[in-house]
């Protein structure tokens, strides 16, 4: 299946911890996106690369830290997690700046 | 549950019927917009997409229309079905060289058989 695909679906952790996030799209898009939807369903972008270079970099603690290895994967490391992190995570990607496909999103909950 | 406390503008309608769904946007330099449905537990799906220099694009059963004279954004969705239940969003970009997308706060469409 072409899509847009997040591992893990779920993460649960302890205040403090640090997690990654990952992401891979094999649709051949350029461009990928880091979204927060948080409990209130607010969907707000967070980071984007273009062909891995940092393109949108909103104000975003700089405990979250966004990784491209290459233009199909685009992964998000959270230092130090703390309880308002908590909030579903959306991975999306475009071919420039045409229309985003979203993930499935990974939910984490920050204890 | 997932929406426990969630307090979403809600469009109640009947299976059949004609849904609207509006959405007032905040930047008349906004060059693009979209409409995502997202189901419960799911990444937003995109739905159609119009551009600022169109008023009206039609797709299956979706219709967007787009008034930049009042920044305000509609998607119609004909003869709706429970099938249609979701959360709806629309979002404006902003324009310049990114894709940077400013989502609408969504809007819980209902579908009652």
């Known amino acids: 299946d072409t899509a847009v695909s997040q591992t893990p679906k779920y993460l649960v952790t302890q205040m403090g911890n640090d997690k990654s996030i990952k992401c891979e799209q094999n649709?051949?898009?350029?461009?990928m996106y880091w979204y927060k939807q948080d409990s209130k369903k607010f969907l707000k972008i967070m980071f984007s690369?273009?062909?891995?270079?940092?393109?949108i970099n909103e104000t975003v603690p700089n405990r979250f830290s966004p990784k491209s290895p290459d233009k199909a994967h685009l992964n998000l490391h959270i230092n130090s997690l703390e309880l308002g992190d908590s909030a579903v995570y959306f991975c999306?990607?475009?071919?420039?700046?045409?229309?985003?496909?979203f993930g499935p999103g990974t939910r984490l909950t920050v204890l | 549950g997932e929406s426990v406390g969630l307090h979403l503008p809600t469009l109640s309608v009947q299976e059949g019927d004609n849904s609207i769904i509006n959405c007032a946007y905040s930047?008349?330099?906004?060059?693009?917009f979209i409409w995502y449905k997202q189901e419960s537990g799911k990444g937003p799906q995109f739905i159609i997409d119009?551009?600022?220099?169109?008023d009206k694009r039609q797709g299956q059963r979706v219709t967007v229309l787009l008034n930049k004279t009042v920044k305000h954004l509609s998607l119609q969705i004909a003869a709706t079905q429970p099938g249609d239940s979701a959360v709806y969003f629309c979002?404006?970009?902003?324009?310049?060289?990114?894709?940077?997308?400013?989502f609408g706060t969504g809007t819980l469409l209902a579908v009652q058989p």
């Open positions: 999306a990607s475009s071919q420039g700046l045409a229309a985003q496909f």
């Open positions: 649709l051949g898009h350029d461009t």
């Open positions: 690369y273009n062909n891995k270079e940092l393109i």
């Open positions: 930047n008349s330099a906004s060059d693009y």
């Open positions: 119009i551009r600022s220099n169109m």
């Open positions: 979002a404006e970009r902003y324009g310049g060289a990114t894709n940077k997308l400013i």
